[in-house]
């Protein structure tokens, strides 16, 4: 069947009236296209696929491409408050509860939906300021992980994120839920194999630090290491944690010692654990107090 066109709110007197469509068939082909999206690891044609009001709200407000917005019946008055925010001309899709859950991957769809392109970033862009603190994730395969670690990062001040091959997608739909939205924004590098990383990481000057196992006794504190250099923190896998080859390159080795009879932390909250410290040294540093 074909899509009924019909028309949608607009942001404001003057605003450009978004392209409508009313999806009434399962086999329509944008609804096919969110069902891929929305259920893959990793972008599909570099689109990538966002779920719930907040996550497309942050994508509204980015400056990244929509290219359309799906709304069930019941999330009418969610669709109208994004439209508001809604300043460029983006394809808006309606359709019934029952066909958003059919491209759903959540559990309890809360009806918005969007595709859009994925964001591009070069090496550079992760090397912003004096002092760049980079967050190099090996192994990392739990995408709800990545996207953790991505929130992190940028809220405790890291100037980027790459996730070497292996990985899980920085941009899967479970990392981007995670994120909170930060994935749209920090810079993040994937598919790269971690030794050239770290081959590109030290010509550009950043110091590497590996975090190693609690048991490591060779390894210092987080607060014993100079985070207010140009950093590369390495992150390793949740359970073998980093290769012995990349732990072995660092310069230096870093634990966060447990109490008994824990012996690990979850990824993204050792992640986060030494990102704190490293956001605490830089605030000493730069005058800002405790």
Sequence with gaps: MMPQSRPSPTKSAGTRTPQSALIT??????????????????????????EGVRLVS???????????????????????????????PTLVLRTTDK?????????????????????????????????????????????????????SAEALGATGVIAAKGAAHPYSPKSLRASAGSALRLPTLFELAAPVALAQLRVSGLQIVAASSPKNTAARDPNEFNFRQPVALLIGNEGAG?????????????????????????????????????????????????
């Design 25 to 50: 068939s399962r086999e329509n082909h944008w609804l096919k296209l969110f069902r891929a999206v929305l259920h893959s690891s990793r972008p599909e044609d570099n689109r990538i696929g966002l």
């Design 58 to 88: 942050e994508a509204i407000r980015s400056e990244l491409e929509l290219e359309a917005i799906l709304a069930s019946a019941s999330a009418e008055k969610a669709l109208a408050a994004l439209l508001v925010e809604l300043d460029r």
């Design 99 to 151: 066909l958003f859950a059919s491209v759903a991957a959540t559990e309890t769809p809360q009806g918005i939906a969007a595709l859009l392109r994925a964001p591009q970033f070069v090496f550079d862009d992760l090397l912003r300021g004096l002092d760049p603190l980079i967050v190099v994730l090996v192994g990392v395969q739990d995408p709800g992980n990545v996207g953790t670690i991505l929130r």
């Design 242 to 290: 980093l290769p012995p080859e990349i732990e072995r390159s660092a310069e230096a080795l870093i634990r966060i010692q447990l109490a008994e009879p824990v012996d690990s932390l979850n990824a993204a909250v050792a992640a986060s654990l030494i990102l704190y410290e490293a956001a605490r040294q830089r605030r000493l540093s730069n005058g800002a107090g405790q």
